[in-house]
């Protein structure tokens, strides 16, 4: 089989430092890696030997053997003995006629439902007795479990009987210093006076809604989105106008400016990285489009950027907050989806209501956990947490390459899905009659759990969709969960 030439400019040594720069390797398997994915290097081309590789691109052996193993670690190549390496991921290209395919929508206001679904789901999310495939968290096998116990304990020591004592609202000024240092490496300067701790995402979220809306006001989300925020709009009593989501063209911009003009919209929340179900993240040029229409009404954005960290290219996608000039963006974030779920610290960067913010902090819960926030400084302060998101990172996206091989092998030809470049979860379409409720019930019985499209909508649509995580690494027993449902599918597809 001849062997496809390779082209690659611009290579450049980056320096190691503690930022956790690329090495050149990783640069020259990230190329390979899009060839492969774009269809450029195709299933069973052969790749150049080591020996003509590094001789054409004047880099080192043991450079290209370091790439070539990257790459056979995610699943991507294999190695042949006496052969070479081979290119042994196929994705498959979908293009089905029930995507995008619905009229075009009118800006309107929704009555939130599926309330005794997500209940159910939560609750069998807590069972030991069931394979959870739809969690968008991650697995505790991906977590640094030794390294927080050690800060855990570090913490004990410094803080002895403060321990006991609450932290200020705000939050611990240490951590909030070395999250204001954080969001500085993204373009835009903050100090610790600008950060309020919070427990996880999901309180930051809460304390940003209510500091900017009444009951009975109007605000706008996307119309998939993690359902705890629908539960939380519906319980504050709030109105929502939710903003399609297009499987090709991300999130309708055009339906939101007309939300904006023909409603009187209080506050917008939008995920804008690696949205929860969807995946899709907005461009920098979309973020940077609904900074300027948010800016033209004076509405607030609440950011949701819980899962911005986990991206599976070189460079960290950008947020709203980096181009807001008029302090309307309150930026959400957390660590529980990167580094330590059960402590619950999340943040809120609320710009101009920072004080607002504080004063519901203060009145709702006096503080966080003074325990949970001197662990993470402690585990921040040894220069850990850029190495463990990076092979956070890299576990993801090989896992994520894993499961799409399976879900493209077992599950029924005609479905859609998108690979995701960042977080952890696949959203997956089958046809447009198809009852994803039939098929949770269906996986329920053989200990499986996936989570139905319908309970992330906020207008009770996508019933035809589920949201499948690939937190967990690729076992024996998740590859045979993954062909059971895809043999549950192919058998309701069958009797429908």
């Not at 359902?227 to 109105?239: E, N, S, T, V």
């Not at 004076?298 to 986990?310: K, T």
């Not at 330590?340 to 999340?346: E, F, H, K």
Request: net charge neutral; charged share 20%.
């Amino acid at each position: 089989m001849a062997v496809k030439q390779i082209q690659f400019f611009n290579f450049v040594p980056y320096q190691i430092s503690m930022k956790v720069a690329n090495f050149l390797y990783e640069d020259i398997a990230t190329h390979l890696e899009e060839e492969i994915l774009n269809g450029v290097l195709q299933l069973g081309d052969k790749l150049p030997s080591v020996r003509m590789f590094s001789k054409q691109h004047n880099v080192s052996a043991s450079t290209i053997f370091q790439a070539y193993y990257a790459l056979e670690s995610k699943g991507l190549i294999e190695a042949r003995p006496k052969s070479g390496y081979y290119v042994m991921y196929q994705p498959k290209k979908y293009t089905p006629s029930f995507i995008d395919s619905a009229e075009k929508q009118i800006p309107a206001i929704h009555e939130l439902t599926t309330d005794a679904m997500i209940s159910h789901i939560v609750d069998l999310l807590s069972s030991e007795h069931y394979i959870r495939l739809s969690s968008a968290q991650p697995d505790l096998s991906l977590l640094p479990t030794a390294s927080l116990q050690k800060s855990i304990k570090s913490a004990l020591t410094t803080l002895g009987a403060d321990i006991l004592n609450y932290d200020h609202p705000t939050g611990n000024v240490t951590l909030r210093q070395l999250i204001a240092g954080q969001q500085t490496k993204l373009g835009k300067a903050f100090t610790s006076k600008d950060i309020v701790i919070t427990a996880g995402c999901t309180e930051a979220l809460t304390l940003c809604l209510q500091a900017v809306t009444q009951k009975g006001d109007v605000v706008i989300s996307d119309s998939l989105t993690y359902y705890g925020i629908h539960q939380i709009i519906k319980d504050l009593g709030l109105k929502v106008i939710p903003v399609p989501i297009h499987a090709t063209a991300g999130l309708d911009l055009n339906f939101l400016k007309r939300s904006l003009e023909t409603f009187p919209v209080k506050a917008c929340l939008l995920t804008t990285n690696f949205n929860n179900p969807t995946g899709m993240s907005l461009t920098t040029d979309q973020k940077k489009e609904l900074v300027q229409l948010i800016t033209k009404h004076e509405v607030p954005l609440i950011e949701d950027d819980v899962y911005g960290e986990l991206y599976f290219g070189k460079h960290r996608p950008s947020t709203c907050k980096q181009f807001d000039t008029e302090d309307l963006v309150m930026y959400c974030s957390s660590f529980s989806k990167t580094l330590a779920p059960g402590y619950r610290i999340g943040y809120a960067i609320p710009g101009k209501f920072t004080e607002t913010v504080t004063r519901l902090k203060r009145i709702h819960s006096l503080g966080s956990s003074t325990l949970s926030q001197q662990a993470l400084v402690g585990f921040f302060s040894k220069g850990r947490y850029p190495y463990h998101l990076k092979k956070l990172r890299h576990t993801l996206h090989s896992n994520m390459l894993a499961y799409c091989k399976l879900i493209y092998e077992y599950f029924p030809e005609d479905i859609y899905f998108v690979p995701p470049t960042g977080g952890y979860i696949l959203w997956i379409a089958f046809p447009e009659d198809f009852d994803s409720v039939a098929l949770f019930e269906a996986a329920k019985e053989q200990q499986l759990i996936i989570a139905p499209g319908q309970i992330f909508s906020m207008n009770d649509t996508h019933k035809n969709y589920i949201r499948l995580s690939f937190s967990k690494p690729l076992t024996e027993s998740i590859e045979k969960a993954i062909q059971v449902l895809g043999s549950l599918a192919k058998a309701l597809i069958v009797e429908g």
